[in-house]
C-alpha cells in the first residue's frame, strides 16, 4: 500500500435519479449485501491510506474504516466535495488521491492500480468511451484550483480536468467503472 496515495469518496450526492441516498443504498454484489458506500471503501481501503468519505450535512452513514467530512453546504456538486477531500489528503501529506463517486460498488483495487501506475499528469482518468472523473487519481495540491474554480461558480469535474495537465487511460469497458444510477440497478 503505498502511504502516498490517499482515497476521497465522494458520498453526499443528490442522487436525483436514484430518488434516495445512494451511499446507504444497498447493494447485492459478488461481496454480498452491504451499502455502496461499504463497497466502495472496502476497495479503496486496500490501495489508498488515509481514506476519506465526504459526507452531505446530517447524512448518516454506516460505521466506516475512513474519516468522515461534512459538506458545509448541500448540493453544491461533486467539484466542491472533491475539494475538500484532496485537501485533507494534502494535509495527511499524500501527494496523490484516488478520488471516486459512492455509486460504483463494483470498483476494485485492481483499477485504482491501473490509474496509479500513471504518475506524468495532475489528474488521471480513466476513458472507456466516455471519460470517467469521479473515478481517478489527482494530485491533492489540486484542492487550491479547485477552491478557485469554485469560488468562480463552477461546479463540475470537467471544469477542473479542462483546465489541467489530464492524462486519460484507455480501458476496456469494466464492471469496475459502472455507476450505479437508479433503484432498478440496485440488485
Not at 441516498?21 to 458506500?37: C, E, I, L, N, Q
Not at 460504483?104 to 501506475?117: C, N, S, W, Y
Not at 468511451?129 to 469560488?151: P, S
Request: hydrophobic share 45%; net charge negative.
Amino acid at each position: 500500500m503505498s502511504s502516498s496515495l490517499a482515497g476521497v469518496v465522494l458520498a453526499g450526492g443528490a442522487s436525483r435519479r436514484m430518488g434516495r441516498d445512494k451511499a446507504t443504498a444497498v447493494y447485492a454484489g459478488p461481496a454480498g449485501s452491504r451499502t455502496m458506500v461499504e463497497h466502495v471503501v472496502a476497495a479503496v481501503t486496500q490501495r489508498c491510506d488515509p481514506v476519506f468519505v465526504i459526507a452531505a450535512p446530517g447524512q448518516t452513514l454506516p460505521q466506516l474504516p475512513a474519516t468522515v467530512l461534512r459538506d458545509e453546504v448541500r448540493g453544491v456538486g461533486p467539484l466542491l466535495a472533491a475539494g475538500r477531500g484532496l485537501r485533507a489528503a494534502a494535509e495527511a501529506g499524500c501527494e496523490r488521491a484516488f478520488v471516486c463517486a459512492v455509486d460504483m460498488p463494483l470498483m476494485t483495487a485492481e483499477l485504482i492500480d491501473e490509474l496509479a501506475a500513471h504518475d506524468g499528469a495532475e489528474i488521471v482518468v480513466p476513458w472507456d468511451g466516455r471519460d470517467h472523473f469521479l473515478a481517478g487519481i489527482y494530485r491533492t495540491e489540486l484542492w487550491e484550483r479547485v477552491d478557485e474554480l469554485v469560488a468562480a461558480g463552477r461546479r463540475s469535474m470537467r471544469a477542473l480536468t479542462d483546465e489541467v495537465q489530464t492524462q486519460r487511460v484507455v480501458m476496456a469497458p469494466s464492471a469496475a467503472l459502472t455507476n450505479v444510477n437508479t433503484a432498478e440497478q440496485l440488485v
